[in-house]
Every structure is written in structure tokens, then in C-alpha cells.
Nanobody
Framework: QVQLVESGGGLVQPGGSLRLSCVAS????????MSWYRQAPGKERELVAS????????NYADSMKGRTTISRDNARNTAYLQMNSLKPEDTAVYYC?????????????WGQGTQVTVSS
């Protein structure tokens, strides 16, 4: 059974930090690229950051560059999102996504999300 389970969300004051985790099971984690997305109320889901299967390549949304670090530990089947200098506009549900593409095989898995609220 494929599972992606996010954790680490919560209420944090502006300027604070959070580290989100995404634990994977039921598939070969080390062969999937991983991404973090977020969705604020009334807005579309947007990409926050992504990391290749080996961890050698990372990409960040412009709004998160310099404040966010995506990483992974393939031995622990876990992806992380370290967020610093959080702003109220970072409030959203954060989701992790796993993608495998070796055509014609494509696999995409989503987690259930973890709420991040930035407020004083």
C-alpha cells in the first residue's frame, strides 16, 4: 500500500521556522523525485520545491528561494522541507508528491497534507 505521510506542520509566529517531513512507504522511494506543494484557501495548489531522486538537483519557487531547503534521506524514505523566516502568506496546507517517470510507466503519489499557519 502506497503512503506518503506528512508531519511537522503547525502554528508558528511570523519569522519563525518549521521543518516538514514526508515519510514514504509502499514504493521504491529512491527512484522517485519528490516535491512539496502548498494550497492556501481559495487558491490553486502551487509548487514550493522539488528534489531529484538522488538529491543532486533541487528547484524552488521564487517566493521561497533563500528561505526554504528541500532535502531527502533515501535510507529513511523521507523527504524534508525546512522553512525559515515564515510569513503570514505562507499559511497553507503543504503536500508532498512523489513522481516516477520511465516511459511508458508514470507513477504519481500525493500525501494527505499538513497545515501550516503563520500568525501572531
Amino acid at each position: 500500500q502506497v503512503q506518503l505521510v506528512e508531519s511537522g506542520g503547525g502554528l508558528v509566529q511570523p519569522g519563525g521556522s518549521l521543518r516538514l517531513s514526508c515519510v514514504a512507504s509502499g514504493f521504491t522511494f529512491s527512484t522517485f523525485s519528490m516535491s512539496w506543494y502548498r494550497q492556501a484557501p481559495g487558491k490553486e495548489r502551487e509548487l514550493v520545491a522539488s528534489i531529484s531522486s538522488t538529491g543532486g538537483n533541487t528547484n524552488y519557487a521564487d517566493s521561497m528561494k533563500g528561505r526554504t531547503t528541500i532535502s531527502r534521506d533515501n535510507a529513511r524514505n523521507t523527504a524534508y522541507l525546512q522553512m525559515n523566516s515564515l510569513k503570514p502568506e505562507d499559511t497553507a496546507v503543504y503536500y508532498c508528491k512523489a513522481v516516477y517517470v520511465q516511459l511508458p510507466v508514470v507513477r504519481v503519489y500525493w500525501g494527505q497534507g499538513t497545515q501550516v499557519t503563520v500568525s501572531s
